[in-house]
T-cell receptor, first 112, second 113 residues
Framework: QKEVEQNSGPLSVPEGAIASLNCTYS??????FFWYRQYSGKSPELIMF????GDKEDGRFTAQLNKASQYVSLLIRDSQPSDSATYLC????????????FGQGTTLQVKP | NAGVTQTPKFRILKIGQSMTLQCTQD?????MYWYRQDPGMGLKLIYY???????DKGEVPNGYNVSRSTTEDFPLRLELAAPSQTSVYFC????????????FGPGTRLTVT
């Protein structure tokens, strides 16, 4: 059974701080990793994907991947109240089909 | 482009009833997916399709059926609804080899009582 684990939170940070969200996965053969943001009552939207070891930066967001440790993280710098949402980590377990396994999500609360 | 559309937005079913959740995309994507999301949980894959006429089971297919007769449409059929199927259902699509991102529809909130 391929699994993706996240701390469900809530993770509470003050406005302007760095939020760090973590994810571990069980399938060592996985190649691509995704972070989706989901506001309450809405559908998920992709904010980052990464497939190489190391860091990938996009604006205030940085995804970090360590395949040896089977660990993916998302850093949000200068957190804003509008970043308050649930962040879903997803792992692609088949590049032929695009099948994703999702973690249960981490709820982030950014307090003004 | 409307993207991925789903109907209905909300539905209440009685135990044992059947219904079809509709999903349509206008982006000419080959790959389509159905997920369910229970409260406080991540998404679980029910069925997926890699092109018209081709479907396969995901993690939680029991109690559901799908068909894919056209590239645009990927309906999900619930037969003999049970309370355990109370959930939010999301349809998603992706282009295929030209991109990995899955684009999600707005979801259908289903309650079975």
């Amino acid at each position: 059974q391929k699994e993706v684990e996240q701390n469900s939170g809530p993770l509470s940070v003050p406005e302007g701080a760095i939020a760090s969200l973590n994810c571990t996965y069980s399938d060592r053969g996985s190649q691509s990793f995704f972070w989706y943001r989901q506001y309450s009552g809405k559908s998920p939207e992709l904010i980052m994907f990464i497939y190489s070891n190391g860091d990938k930066e996009d604006g205030r967001f940085t995804a970090q991947l360590n395949k040896a440790s089977q660990y993916v993280s998302l850093l949000i710098r200068d957190s804003q109240p509008s970043d308050s949402a649930t962040y879903l980590c997803a792992v692609m377990v088949s590049s032929n089909t695009g099948k994703l396994i999702f973690g249960q999500g981490t709820t982030l609360q950014v307090k003004p | 482009n409307a993207g991925v559309t789903q109907t209905p937005k909300f539905r209440i079913l009685k135990i044992g009833q059947s219904m079809t959740l509709q999903c349509t995309q206008d982006m000419n994507h080959n790959y389509m997916y159905w997920y369910r999301q229970d409260p406080g949980m991540g998404l679980k894959l029910i069925y997926y399709s890699v092109g018209a006429g081709i479907t396969d089971k995901g993690e939680v297919p029991n109690g559901y059926n799908v068909s894919r007769s056209t590239t645009e449409d990927f309906p999900l059929r619930l037969e003999l609804a049970a309370p355990s199927q109370t959930s939010v259902y999301f349809c998603a699509s992706r282009p295929g080899t030209s991109g990995y991102e899955q684009y999600f529809g707005p979801g259908t909130r289903l309650t079975v009582t």
